[in-house]
T-cell receptor, first 112, second 111 residues
Framework: DQQVKQNSPSLSVQEGRISILNCDYT??????FLWYKKYPAEGPTFLIS?????DKNEDGRFTVFLNKSAKHLSLHIVPSQPGDSAVYFC???????????FGAGTILRVKS | NAGVTQTPKFRVLKTGQSMTLLCAQD?????MYWYRQDPGMGLRLIHY???????AKGEVPDGYNVSRLKKQNFLLGLESAAPSQTSVYFC??????????FGPGTRLTVT
């Protein structure tokens, strides 16, 4: 049973528009959530995170929103750029400093 | 700083052969992890370590062994490779915090 789900395998967006990537989780014990970005033939790189005590965290063009009651989080990228084309993984941690549970990933393509 | 490095980058094994994947980090991180990535399944944790000399099982530990003899190194062993172990393997490290730093990966094919 997947505890972290990314139901959209892929997303295509025009350059300059907003990209919204979604993630759902089932484990109510998760209290820290992260987004990773992965280019082909490279390892994932940390992008942005959010603690369960917050509902929003921003870092430049990237914003993560957390809706604990719905067990849902989303990553917004504004404006989208061609260099953002990559696989995005959502991950969750049950306790601070412990192991991560990853979603299956969403392939984002930003068209110029 | 090199960050997290993995050796080798590619390997082809025959069923039943053994091999060891090496992960090294130069960030003085306490925690280290081994994941495998398969199409449509994201990254799944194989084994992890919270300090030198310690190891623990993750989500998919069967068929793998690990050792953490030195703080900077984390080894993943396959004693008798099977085609189901064909995958891309990633090592990661972290402080006692959720943000993990990943290596570039090892692509393993078992025929």
């Amino acid at each position: 049973d997947q505890q972290v789900k990314q139901n959209s395998p892929s997303l295509s967006v025009q350059e300059g528009r907003i990209s919204i990537l979604n993630c759902d989780y089932t484990n109510s014990m998760f209290d820290y959530f992260l987004w990773y970005k992965k280019y082909p033939a490279e390892g994932p790189t940390f992008l942005i995170s959010i603690s369960s005590i917050k509902d929003k965290n921003e870092d430049g063009r990237f914003t993560v929103f957390l809706n604990k009651s719905a067990k849902h989080l989303s990553l917004h990228i504004v404006p989208s750029q061609p260099g953002d084309s990559a696989v995005y993984f959502c991950a969750a941690s049950e306790e601070y400093g412990n192991k991560l549970v990853f979603g299956a990933g969403t392939i984002l393509r930003v068209k110029s | 700083n090199a960050g997290v490095t993995q050796t080798p980058k590619f390997r082809v094994l025959k069923t039943g052969q053994s091999m060891t994947l090496l992960c090294a980090q130069d960030m003085n991180h306490e925690y280290m992890y081994w994941y495998r990535q398969d199409p449509g399944m994201g990254l799944r944790l194989i084994h992890y370590s919270v300090g030198e000399g310690t190891t623990a099982k993750g989500e998919v530990p069967d068929g793998y062994n690990v050792s953490r003899l030195k703080k900077q190194n984390f080894l993943l062993g396959l004693e008798s490779a099977a085609p189901s172990q064909t995958s891309v393997y990633f090592c990661a490290s972290s402080y006692p915090s959720p943000e993990q730093y990943f290596g570039p990966g090892t692509r393993l094919t078992v025929t």
